[in-house]
Structure formats: C-alpha cells, structure tokens
C-alpha cells in the first residue's frame, strides 16, 4: 500500500503560485494514477485534477482548468501540483490520492495524503 506525504502548502496572495509535492512510497507508484482533491471549510472534498500513470493523460476540474497543471514524476515517486492564477477561492486542504487503477475514469481511490493548507488572501 502507498503512504502519500504532502508539502507545499502556505499562505500566498491573490494572484500569486505555489507548487505543492506528493511524495509516494510503499508500492510501484509508476502503476497508478495520481491525483489531487481539495477541502474547504465546511464544504464537501472536490476533485481538483488528476494524472493517468505514465503521465500521458490528465484531468482538470473546470474550476482549475487554465491554471492548475498537474504532472508526475516516477523516478522521484511524485506527483506536483501547480497552481497559478490563484484566488481566494482556491483556499482549501489539498489532498494527495492514489489511485487503485492506471486509469483515472475507474474513480477508485486507494490511498490518502494526510493533506496540506493552502490559504489565498485576498
């Protein structure tokens, strides 16, 4: 089973970027998916974007797209997040997934990240 460590996260302005790391250990981390979800406050997790397990295909919530890019290193076992554009309403804890599958569409998570706070001040 894959143990998913977060880093990154902080306080940033409006408008500013950060990069946040998922790092992956346990299992053969090229065989899956990655992912990314995120937090607020009184809210529901959300799917934020999500990478197939050589790196060829991603996926973006619509609220991202544009400005959030997601990709994957399997040398280093990890996975980034980068984060551009960002606004307020970004603020969340991001959450690290593995997926069970290569595949994104089969939505089967297996692993957890502990998550890291990423807070937008306007």
């Known amino acids: 089973q894959v143990q998913l460590v977060e880093s990154g996260g902080g306080l940033v302005q409006a408008g500013g970027s950060l990069r946040l790391s998922c790092a992956a250990s346990g299992r053969t981390f090229s065989g899956y998916a990655m992912g990314w979800f995120r937090q607020a406050p009184g809210k529901e997790r959300e799917f934020v974007a999500a990478?197939?397990?050589?790196?060829?295909?991603?996926y973006y919530a619509d609220s991202v797209k544009g400005r959030f890019t997601i990709s994957r290193d399997n040398t280093k076992n990890t996975v980034y997040l980068q984060m551009n554009s960002l606004k307020p309403e970004d603020t969340a804890v991001y959450y690290c997934?593995?997926?069970?599958?290569?595949?994104?569409?089969?939505?089967?998570?297996?692993?957890w990240g502990q998550g890291t706070q990423v807070t937008v001040s306007s």
């Open positions: 997934a593995g997926y069970s599958t290569p595949y994104v569409a089969t939505n089967k998570i297996g692993s």
């Open positions: 990478i197939s397990w050589r790196g060829g295909s991603t």
